[in-house]
């Protein structure tokens, strides 16, 4: 052991005089001895690494690395990766290793960092696997980067993975569609057509953002174009047709409308905006044609509040078509909603209810009536003298004399007192049935669903007067408010520079779109859109920022890691880095004070004393600051001045801390000695003007 402490003093004599290699021969000396000295190891590889013989120092630092990561020093194993990076920042592995163990210890944003720089190795490679798996280390731990996401669902497709690039496609495109903003989708759409040209999803979704974001003439004539090469596709049927009804092109859309129930017939949705489309165009008798036709399909699929407003347009249009109103009163019978049905009499139409064929199809048949001599009548059949009798009778009672009786013979007397505890906890009564109401709602959910903002609104409005403060009709009036807000800026911005897709595309042989610009100016014009559409950290252009030297901020970061591993940045001699986590750490007010003098000593380190002056006087000017702290600070200051030779400077912040705390890093013996030295060379002037701060 005596013989090694003899090579270590003499190798530190040897640096001393600057002679590296003397010195290098007198380590590995030591290491002879005891090779588990990995202290002795580290200033090995310093040396070799002085020198320039980076691989000899690459080998001693891996082992130095691998020893402190196996006995759990994890923040000094990514000190030493992140020299050997420096050493050799082409080698992907010390990268990757510097990613695992900051995010290992929390350090988010070290490890986004890193990822970053690994992809950016592996793109230079063309390595897709290397990217992908990396893309999703950045997405694990960012899940909201959507740069990311766009990347990783492209490489994912350029390497055969087509339903995993599909999912992850459809995870941005609902994200961007939430936003509404066209442009971006645009963008996005363009690029993954390139991608994929037979994608006939992606070119139907373009198609829907036109539609959505104010420009349906545009995606008309995009979505026609579309359908002539796709016809048995349902899904552009959907979009064409909503487009000729924004366009008021009902004729069209009835047209297209019939192929789509063709090609779908189970299909109610598109049933419906058929009948509104034949109702636009007065084709009265074809739509009730229509509806009695699949009138069955409603009921069996419990929707049959969705035909219910057209036949009641059918009653005004058609009013001397008994049959609209025998349907009408098997919709009301089905839907419960019996002061309509008991209105509809009122007013006259009794003769248009016939009996068999109004019943709804899940209505009992009528009994019939047995007269006095017991042969079987309908009701239709009593006498006239029994009907006069009935109206003599109902014209003599009281309307407060009539009971209307709203309960089934069959039913189970209710509890009263079950009744009384039920309405103490009701809501007050709305005036409106929960049937009728529901009914409306759907009625109105309908309007929207079509884009007839207008008749939504109208709909809200009538039951907002009738129901006031309805959660449900309150949500679907903001609905509206947001979408109609949404479709007028989006129209400012984007109706004048949307030009159909298939126009641009017409002089291409496959007739696809495509974008002009290449797959890397198209993905690098999509991730900016991104970046600005999701307020990405202004550190991810084109997801390969890490050359810039800024790193992601991530809230929750463990700032006690941070502080520790600005330590052990600054052993290695990594002042830059270290003055990064130190700058992290401050954040952290159980840090604060510590991690600016010690971002300070890493300026003084580099000779960049400007900075560091700038960040304590910066700090001591503010008025949150305890004593102790303050001395703390005032103390680094005078290390500072006395490093500049500004011994006035100096000593004015070592006398602050003499006072306060004579006891402080020998604060005493400073001030003691700047003085005589001030003294002996005569700046008197300097020693003047000395005052505490």
């Known amino acids: 052991m005596a013989k090694k402490e003899k090579l270590l003093e003499a190798a530190q004599k040897s640096l001393q005089k600057n002679q590296l290699s003397k010195a290098i021969r007198q380590y590995e000396k030591i290491l002879e001895l005891d090779d588990k000295d990995f202290r002795c190891r580290q200033k090995l590889a310093e040396l070799y690494s002085r020198k320039g013989e980076v691989d000899k ?34 080698n992907a592995s010390f990268t990757l290793k510097l990613a695992k163990l900051n995010e290992q210890q929390g350090l988010t944003g070290n490890a986004l960092t890193e990822y970053r720089t690994l992809l950016q190795s592996y793109e230079a490679e063309s390595n897709l696997r290397g990217a992908i798996e990396t893309l999703g280390r950045i997405r694990h731990l960012d899940s909201d980067n959507a740069n990311a996401a766009v990347k990783q669902a492209d490489y994912l497709a350029r390497s055969g993975q087509k339903e995993e690039s599909q999912r992850i496609f459809n995870e941005v495109e609902d994200r961007l569609r939430q936003k509404g903003n066209y442009k971006h989708l645009e963008l996005f759409y363009q690029h993954f057509m390139e991608l994929w040209p037979d994608n006939v999803e992606v070119m139907v979704g373009y198609g829907r953002a036109m539609l959505e974001f104010g420009a349906p003439e545009a995606a008309v004539a995009y979505l026609d174009d579309l359908y002539q090469r796709y016809p048995e596709n349902g899904a552009i049927l959907d979009h064409l047709t909503a487009g000729l009804h ?60 969705g035909i219910k407003p057209f036949y009641e347009r059918l009653r005004e249009l058609l009013p001397a078509k008994p049959d609209v109103m025998k349907s009408l009163r098997a919709i009301y019978e089905h839907l419960g909603e019996g002061e309509k049905l008991f209105n509809a009499f009122s007013a006259g139409d009794e003769s248009a209810f016939g009996v068999d064929a109004l019943a709804s199809p899940s209505a ?43 309960v089934d013979e069959d039913q189970e007397p209710l509890d009263f007192d079950t009744v009384g505890i039920q309405a103490a906890d009701a809501t007050p009564s709305t005036g409106k049935s929960g049937a009728d109401l529901k009914a409306v709602l759907e009625e109105i959910d309908f309007y929207m669903q079509q884009g007839l903002l207008d008749e939504a609104l109208e709909g809200c409005q009538r039951l907002n007067a009738q129901v006031p403060d309805n959660p449900e009709v309150k949500q679907r009036l903001e609905k509206i408010e947001r979408f109609r807000a949404r479709q007028s800026a989006s129209k400012a911005e984007i109706a004048p520079n949307v030009a159909p897709p298939h126009q641009s595309a017409s002089q291409n042989t496959d007739k696809h779109p495509r974008s002009s610009s290449s797959t890397e100016e198209s993905l690098l014009g999509l991730s900016q859109s ?97 004593m102790d702290e303050r001395i703390v600070l005032y103390y680094e200051t005078g290390l500072l001045y006395e490093e500049c030779d500004r011994h006035a400077d100096a000593l004015a912040s070592y006398q602050v801390v003499a006072e306060k705390n004579p006891e402080f890093r020998e604060a005493r013996k400073k001030v003691s000695e700047l003085k005589q030295m001030l003294k002996t060379t005569g700046n008197n002037d300097d020693l003047s003007r000395v005052s505490y701060v």
């Open 57 to 90: 120092a690459l080998t001693h630092y891996e082992k130095v690395a691998t020893y402190y990561s196996d006995h759990a020093f994890y923040l000094k194993a990514i000190a030493v990766y992140k020299q050997m990076q420096r050493l050799a920042p082409e």
């Open 246 to 305: 924004q366009c008021s092109e009902f004729k069209r859309e009835i047209v297209c409308l019939h192929k789509w129930v063709e090609i779908e017939p189970e299909n109610l949705d598109s049933r419906l905006r058929l009948y509104d489309a034949l109702l636009q165009v007065g084709e009265n008798e074809t739509c009730f044609a229509a509806l009695e036709e699949a009138k069955q399909r409603f009921f069996a699929a419990e929707r049959v509040a």
């Open 364 to 406: 009992p048949a009528k009994e019939t009536v047995r007269s006095d001599s017991g042969a079987s009548e309908t009701p239709e059949a009593t006498s006239a003298a029994e009907e006069e009798q009935n109206d003599a009778d109902f014209e003599s009672l009281d309307f407060d004399d009539i009971v209307f009786d709203t």
């Open 530 to 626: 991104l970046q600005d559409e999701f307020s990405l950290d202004v550190d991810i252009p084109e997801l390969a920022d890490s050359q810039l030297g800024i790193e992601t901020e991530i809230e929750d970061e463990d700032t006690e890691s941070a502080y520790n591993l600005g330590i052990a940045y600054m052993e290695m001699g990594l002042y830059s880095d270290a003055g990064l986590q130190f700058n992290k750490a401050k954040r952290d007010p159980a840090h604060k004070v510590a991690s600016i003098s010690m971002q300070a000593q890493c300026y003084r380190a580099m000779q960049q004393y400007e900075k560091a002056e700038e960040i304590l006087t910066s700090v001591l000017s503010a008025v949150d600051l305890s």
